[in-house]
């Protein structure tokens, strides 16, 4: 199967994000893709060559989870941007987090205080399908770091080509723009789904 890249260009004039940060970070996207297909092809051409036991195959291999996670972590982040209303309290994902947070105020100070941790990476609100867990966890790298068995619910990317066109090394003040643009439907239509 080959992947298409999304058009998210319904994204542009977003407030807090400029035109120029979100096409770069589009392209950046679109290379994801290009290169999760571009691995796809060349496994299944070594593995009817017969060349999975080689160190290219190998190296290949684990190159394709980094671009393959790239490509799904940019897809979540993007869809469940947009968003112009609150998460409504009548949402099952509200009533879940106030019951495990004990209020939304209190996760929000969680996700973003993860979300300015030192370093690169994803900021992830996680549903753990097992036991009905919410984590807000910190991932590295995109292939690295992520909890077994659990459902992104929403996604920060924390990489700096996601704010420092627009913020420099504020930080702070992108996450603070991310959230007051949280599609809080996509992100509910997720823990509902994930319940099932």
Not at 68 to 83: A, K, P, S, T, V
Not at 120 to 141: A, K, Q
Request: aromatic share 14%; hydrophobic share 35%; with cysteine.
């Amino acid at each position: 199967m080959t992947y298409q890249p999304k058009n998210y260009a319904h994204l542009i004039g977003m407030d807090g994000f400029s035109k120029q940060l979100l096409e770069n970070h589009f392209t950046l996207y679109q290379g994801y893709v290009t290169n999760t297909n571009k691995l796809a092809d060349i496994l299944s051409q070594m593995l009817k060559d017969g060349k999975t036991g080689t160190p290219e195959y190998a190296e290949l291999k684990r190159r394709f989870g980094w671009e393959f996670n790239g490509m799904r972590l940019h897809e979540y982040y993007f869809d469940n941007l947009g968003g112009k209303e609150p998460l409504g309290n009548k949402t099952a994902l509200h009533a879940a987090i106030e019951k495990q947070f004990g209020s939304y105020a209190s996760w929000e100070a969680d996700f973003k205080a993860t979300g300015s941790m030192r370093g690169i990476g994803w900021t992830v609100l996680y549903f753990d399908n097992t036991n009905g867990t919410l984590y807000n966890e910190w991932i590295n790298e995109h292939d690295m770091g992520h909890l077994a068995g659990c459902t992104p619910i929403l996604v920060l990317d924390v990489f700096e080509h996601a704010f420092m066109i627009d913020y420099g090394l504020k930080r702070a003040d992108y996450i603070a723009a991310f959230m007051k643009n949280i599609n809080w439907k996509v992100a509910a239509e997720r823990y509902d789904k994930a319940q099932h």
